[in-house]
């Protein structure tokens, strides 16, 4: 059975109406992910988050009769609480109690599939709860099902601050195993010179359905914030015959909680080893231009920025007339058009043309193994065989550092 949630947000003076409006959107459809139906949004103006409580007195009469007329299982508030505000604003209200960052970390903990994504999650979670531990009393006991306690769990962790401590260093070790295994595979690729294409972009914008239709895989697709949690890699090919590998990476979200970021940095970071990235934006959502600005800021602080990027509007059958795009190069797109998936496949080769060197060179056809790899590792244009000087011609672009660049040369 749905818990009935009752969500709470203070509007500060710094924030816009649309930032506001957009975080409490996004706070419910996380609500919804999490298997929840939000009952009810209460909202306050204030100058300043209330240091004790978070909201007001008056708001808070106002919150314990909802929660008694709707039956309120759980109260979900907009913002990270501190240890004294969750307890106190829980003991007025009477119910359980969590905020958007145990939130994330709940879903998060819910989608982990592989042993590194339940590591991370486990990490996060500790590490949000370390400084929380203390006198949390009732909220401890939160046991069994529901939302907020998915998880490490709160018997296992026994409560006790070095326990967790103990866990936290137990993970970490763990962790740089198979950070360090991760290393190796991305070595391995780089070594035999596969190039790499990251699709990245907001949560929900539709990364895993692209990548279903370009990889031909049947990864997690659904209309859910985090439906990917895990990293997943696969080779895929161009129409001209260019072979690369597709990573497809976890949604970005404003707000993340900083545990999170911290945790998931290495999955991130197959970001960062990208030759090529595919930004894909949800072209249909109405705050579309906050999910750019939030990918491109993650971007900055990968120090991804200068790899070449093309910007995906996806979901074009629920675009409006007046759409603007807001990044360049760009392309409007449906992942289910299949002529949309040709147009894509055109529109990256020529970006890639634009950033590689031309070549063209002369090849014996006793040299088999070279046009075959010309064929698959460069965006080849022309391969014809001359009789009267009995050998192919062969030319199209390449990647400036490719290693076969010298066997070229030396041709």
């Known amino acids: 059975m749905q818990e009935q949630i009752l969500i709470i947000a203070v509007k500060k003076q710094n924030q816009t109406d649309e930032h506001f409006e957009s975080s409490l959107n996004e706070l419910s459809s996380l609500c919804n992910t999490a298997g929840g139906t939000v009952k009810k949004i209460v909202t306050q103006k204030r100058n300043r988050i209330h240091p004790?409580?978070?909201?007001?007195?008056?708001?808070?009469?106002?919150?314990?009769?909802?929660?008694?007329q709707l039956e309120i299982d759980l109260v979900i508030s907009n913002d990270e609480l501190s240890a004294s505000q969750s307890?106190?604003?829980?003991?007025?209200?009477?119910?359980?109690?969590?905020?958007r960052s145990q939130l994330i970390l709940d879903i998060f903990a819910m989608r982990a599939k592989t042993k590194e994504g339940k590591l991370q999650v486990e990490l996060a979670q500790l590490e949000y709860l370390l400084p929380r531990l203390h006198g949390q009393g009732a909220q401890m006991s939160r046991l069994g099902a529901?939302?907020?306690?998915?998880?490490?769990?709160?018997?296992?962790?026994?409560?006790?601050q070095r326990h967790i401590r103990r866990r936290i260093y137990d993970i970490q070790r763990r962790f740089k195993v198979v950070v360090s295994q991760r290393e190796q595979y991305r070595k391995r690729r780089k070594t035999n010179q596969a190039f790499q294409f990251a699709i990245v972009g907001y949560t929900n914008a539709g990364k895993s359905t692209l990548f279903n239709r370009i990889t031909k895989e049947q990864s997690l697709e659904e209309d859910q914030l985090f439906a990917t949690l895990d990293p997943l890699t696969r080779h895929f090919q161009l129409p001209c015959g260019f072979q690369a590998l597709l990573t497809d990476t976890v949604g970005f979200l404003q707000d993340l909680?900083?545990?999170?970021?911290?945790?998931?940095?290495?999955?991130?970071?197959?970001?960062?080893?990208?030759?090529?990235?595919?930004?894909?934006?949800?072209?249909?959502?109405?705050?579309?231009?906050?999910?750019?600005?939030?990918?491109?800021?993650?971007?900055?602080?990968?120090?991804?920025?200068?790899?070449?990027?093309?910007?995906?509007?996806?979901?074009?059958?629920?675009?409006?007339?007046?759409?603007?795009?807001?990044?360049?190069?760009?392309?409007?797109?449906?992942?289910?058009?299949k002529e949309d998936l040709t147009k894509l496949y055109t529109k990256i080769e020529s970006l890639l043309e634009s950033e590689w060197d031309w070549y063209s060179t002369m090849l014996d056809p006793n040299e088999g193994k070279m046009i075959n790899r010309l064929a698959h590792e460069t965006i080849m244009k022309k391969r014809e065989f001359n009789e009267d000087l009995d050998q192919y011609l062969v030319n199209g672009f390449i990647k400036q550092d490719h290693p076969i660049q010298n066997m070229l040369k030396e041709q």
């Not at 004790?52 to 008694?68: F, M, Q, R």
């Not at 829980?90 to 109690?97: A, C, D, I, Y």
């Open 87 to 99: 307890r106190n604003l829980s003991e007025e209200l009477g119910v359980p109690l969590i905020d």
């Open 52 to 68: 004790a409580t978070y909201i007001g007195e008056g708001k808070i009469e106002e919150i314990k009769l909802e929660v008694e």
């Open 257 to 337: 909680p900083t545990a999170l970021i911290a945790a998931f940095r290495s999955t991130l970071e197959e970001v960062t080893e990208a030759d090529f990235i595919l930004h894909v934006v949800d072209g249909s959502h109405p705050d579309k231009e906050q999910h750019q600005e939030t990918v491109n800021k993650l971007l900055q602080d990968l120090n991804a920025t200068s790899i070449p990027m093309l910007t995906i509007y996806n979901k074009k059958d629920k675009i409006d007339a007046e759409f603007i795009p807001n990044n360049r190069p760009y392309i409007v797109i449906s992942a289910f058009d």
């Open 146 to 160: 529901g939302i907020g306690t998915r998880g490490p769990g709160e018997t296992k962790l026994e409560t006790d």
